[in-house]
């Protein structure tokens, strides 16, 4: 018969409740803060629960355990099942029942696609971080971090590509006759260049990060503020296309407007909220090790990233319904 694997029994202090049995299996163990690498040293306030010094075989092992990565990894593997189950669904029901075109199936493909690489990129990196070597754990952590930048992405191109669907307004401040009354193409120029101008801008910030991640110093602890810096300023670029898309639409008077900032609004909340979590290790700052295995700040950012995503891919839905329910004003009426 063969032979069964070893398990030993780990004791864990989980909120006020202490010794908590953990079965591992052999040749994995749990450390403390003071026993991991350097590398691994990110946040002192978890004072327990790290899994360490780990072959490649024994990362993916350790998928099973309870560590203090446990939330982290599942929450974004079920956030990837939950967008894949969601492109299933809208590509086979949703989608057909508006009637949607062609460009709709690409750019709601584009859009879930690149959220499920961001949640794929995080699973991978939480759970191969603790791999005895440090470039190895490094290189899952810029791919991590590739995989926030595409999730951003995600965001902004059925963002840009709904907002800018149907306005048009020259340079000189004269309305520009469409070449149609219809949403479908072919576009008016002037949307379309903003458009382009929009969406190859941030695909240039995301090549940026990309690049910037060759640094040898990018992905250091000492660097850490530097990179949230960075992000929080590729997702706050947004903010631009949107004010541009508010005055072209004719103010927040305009029924889209009043209708769908709120929620652009609604999902830069989510992403700020997530943020001063990331950043400032809130809550457990206030309970150093007490949050080690449930409730830190990673895991709710984890949580709330995949809140972020959810919420803008409903969003995306909503205008392109809108935008196939409502035609675009045909301008030659008013000339």
Known sequence: MPQKILKSAHYIELGSYQYWPVLVPRGIRLYTYEQIPLFLRENPYITDGYRAYLPARLCIKSLFILSNETVNIWSHLLGFLLFFSLGVYDMTTVLPTIGASREDY?????GLFCFQVSMLCSVGYHLFCCHRSEKTSRCWMALDYTGLSIGILGCYVPGVFYAFYCNSLKPDGRVHRPFRHSCSPPYDIHTWYWRQVYLITV?????AVF???????YLTQQWHRLRSVILCSVAGYGVIPTIHWIWLSGGFGAVIIQTFVPRVLVMYLIAAVAFLFYIFKVPERYFPGQLNYLGSSHQL???????????????????????????????????
């Not at 690409?106 to 584009?110: D, L, P, Q």
């Not at 690049?211 to 110093?217: E, G, K, R, S, V």
Request: glycine share 0%; proline share 4%.
């Open 106 to 110: 690409v750019i709601y493909s584009i």
């Open 203 to 207: 695909l240039a910030m995301i090549l």
């Open 211 to 217: 690049f910037a991640q060759i640094h040898p110093h």
């Open 301 to 335: 950012w984890h949580i709330l990233v995949v809140l972020m995503f959810y919420w803008w891919h409903q969003s995306a839905l909503y205008i392109m319904h809108y935008r196939h329910s409502q035609p675009c004003l045909d301008y030659s009426l008013h000339a």
